[in-house]
Every structure is written in structure tokens, then in C-alpha cells.
């Protein structure tokens, strides 16, 4: 993680959660105790495939969606570029984006976690 652009990532499983964040430089790191088991409604949106995210759809555009937003079936959330090519990444079901969980021009991996709906 430590050589990676992401400074935050939250992974959850059923009851089973994991939360990383990226120290500061020279900042020490306290262990945390797990979060407290908490039933969710939601679903998470993962990366189909290796590559760059994006946003928003050109440069300087308004980003596809914003947290806190209601989403639809089938609305696209993001696009993923590799090798040129742009994936759009869309949005399951209905519901509201609860987090979002990259940075715009972060290269992602196949199965990585790029938001959460509720």
C-alpha cells in the first residue's frame, strides 16, 4: 500500500471487515479495533478489469456521479481505460452512493472495490 495512490481502502464481506489507511510520512500508525459488526443493504461496484479510472467523461467535466447521489440500473458511475480502450463501469441496481472508494486517474485492478451503493 505503501507504494500505491491510494491512501484509504475499505473492504467488507458479510460480517467481515477491513479498513486501511495510509499513514503520513514519519507518522506513527495505531492499531485499530475491528468496526463494530453491522448488518448492510448495500453493494459494492468492483473493477472489471485492469486500468485507469475516470470519473468524470472528458477532462474538466462534472464527474459521472457525486456521493450521496441516487443512482439507476444501468446508470454509469466511472469508465476504466486500458490500453486505450474505455469501459464504462454501471451501476447494478438502484440505490444511493454511500462511498467512493478511488481517485480519479488511479490505475485499479480486476476485482478491486470502486464504490459502495446503498
Do not use: N, W
Request: aromatic share 6%.
Amino acid at each position: 500500500m505503501a507504494r500505491s495512490p491510494v491512501a484509504e481502502l475499505e473492504i467488507s464481506d458479510g460480517d467481515f471487515e477491513v479498513h486501511l489507511k495510509k499513514a503520513a510520512s514519519g507518522q506513527a500508525v495505531a492499531a485499530m479495533p475491528p468496526a463494530p459488526s453491522k448488518a448492510k443493504k448495500g453493494y459494492d461496484v468492483v473493477a472489471a478489469s485492469f486500468g485507469v479510472i475516470h470519473l468524470s467523461p472528458a477532462p474538466g467535466a462534472d464527474p459521472f456521479v457525486a456521493l450521496g447521489q441516487a443512482v439507476t440500473a444501468g446508470q454509469s458511475l466511472c469508465t476504466i481505460e486500458a490500453m486505450k480502450v474505455f469501459s464504462p463501469i454501471e451501476a447494478d441496481r438502484a440505490g444511493t452512493l454511500a462511498a467512493i472508494l478511488v481517485e480519479d486517474g488511479a490505475e485499479v485492478s480486476a476485482g478491486q472495490t470502486l464504490f459502495r451503493i446503498e
